[in-house]
């Protein structure tokens, strides 16, 4: 039996990160509205709380490095905050050897991303994965996939910063250390991090 997530079930899951903490079950249809425009039958499930808002909001600032200095710089959209995971499944040792297929091969490639106002979840591959082995390069067209969409989605909709909620605090530290900063810690050696 297959346990691999869909792209709609990744989608939904990372847009509970950048919901603070709310989970909504990804749909298609929020209501029908019959002929007679009085009757409004809702069919939007229920949200749900998914995870604390501070653990939604350090995961989300954990996430956003991924596009500004990490494996997702390829989905980078200046001006736009965006969290995201990329990520790729592997071939077994097994199939690598049977079929000889470089150990720099994927099967499979992902990009999920969200900002305050959408998530996309992005799969790569090919439904012969054993025969069509996607190389590294290859690996990165979820991402530049995700920067098209999501930059043409989010033009003219104004996309606020994750906001911090009252469960979290940034505290400034000394580089290199876990001591609180002072007033005589130089500048260029703090740091800020949430807790």
Request: hydrophobic share 35%; no cysteine.
């Amino acid at each position: 039996v297959d346990k691999a997530a869909s792209p709609l079930q990744m989608a939904g899951a990372y847009a509970a990160f950048g919901n603070e903490g709310i989970y909504n079950k990804p749909h298609v249809v929020k209501k029908v509205v019959l002929r007679d425009n009085d009757t409004v039958i809702e069919t939007a499930p229920e949200p749900q709380v998914a995870m604390k808002d501070y653990t939604a909001f350090m995961i989300t600032n954990i996430l956003q490095d991924v596009v500004t200095k990490g494996t997702g710089t390829a989905a980078n959209i200046p001006g736009l905050h965006i969290a995201a995971k990329t990520g790729t499944t592997n071939y077994s040792a097994e199939d690598r050897a049977k079929y000889n297929i470089s150990k720099s091969s994927s099967p499979d490639a992902w990009f999920i991303g969200y900002t305050t106002n959408y998530t996309m979840s992005v799969w790569t591959g090919y439904d012969q994965q054993l025969k069509n082995p996607m190389s590294k390069q290859e690996t990165k067209i979820a991402a530049k996939i995700f920067k098209t969409m999501m930059g043409k989605m989010s033009e003219n909709v104004t996309t606020d910063n994750f906001k911090q909620p009252s469960s979290v605090v940034k505290v400034a530290l000394e580089k290199g250390t876990n001591a609180k900063a002072s007033e005589y810690t130089p500048s260029d050696q703090i740091v800020y991090e949430y807790f």
